[in-house]
């Protein structure tokens, strides 16, 4: 996997644009001046929490003596799920309900963006090729950077494009992250069955 794929990848899974109707929600009741600071804020800690999953998280992995192609299957499972809920999204949300007041850390870094479908791709990315922590941090980094650009934006996007376009871009997210998903399970099944032999 590229590093611009890998990028692509966490882009689809942190899921800017689904996320923009749940934080104008959250965020309306805030004074204006106090919107930015709060979604800034809201930002750094998710980023924060995605890096430690993603250098910390093959100490975890080795320490529960998970191999490769087992956290490959179980990654494409959990995106599976998460593009099947981008596409058929539930009348609660994906997250269900969200607490009043301003948000701090829970909802909006944690789990609307620094996700269990994000931590859990960014770990695989970790154990699939631990040689190459480099790429994958810059992968996240720009990853992070898009999916800040459009939440900053997500006012001026969401009086330009309307909650229809919104939805139907988030469903064709979805369709793509399934697709992902299932290369991604496809390819753990390989890899399990090629190692299978010298088991």
Sequence with gaps: M?????ALLLFLILDPLGNIPVFLGL??????????????RELMIALVVLFAFLWGGKYVLEAMHLRQ??????????????????????AEGMFGEVPDGEPFIVPMAIPLVAGPSGMAAVM??????????????????????????????????????????LVAVERLMGMLLVAISVQMLLDGVAAYLRAAPAL
């Design 2 to 6: 590229t590093t611009l794929s890998a």
């Design 27 to 40: 965020l309306k009741p805030l004074p204006a001046h106090r919107r930015r600071v709060v979604l800034a």
């Design 69 to 90: 192609e087992s956290v490959s299957i179980a990654g494409g499972i959990v995106l599976f799920l998460i593009g099947l809920k981008m596409i058929f999204p539930s």
């Design 124 to 165: 695989l990315l970790a154990a699939q090729e631990p040689d190459r922590m480099a790429d994958w941090s810059l992968a996240l980094t720009l990853a992070w950077l898009g999916t800040a650009a459009l939440l900053f934006s997500a006012t001026y996007l969401y009086k330009i494009l309307g909650m229809r376009v």
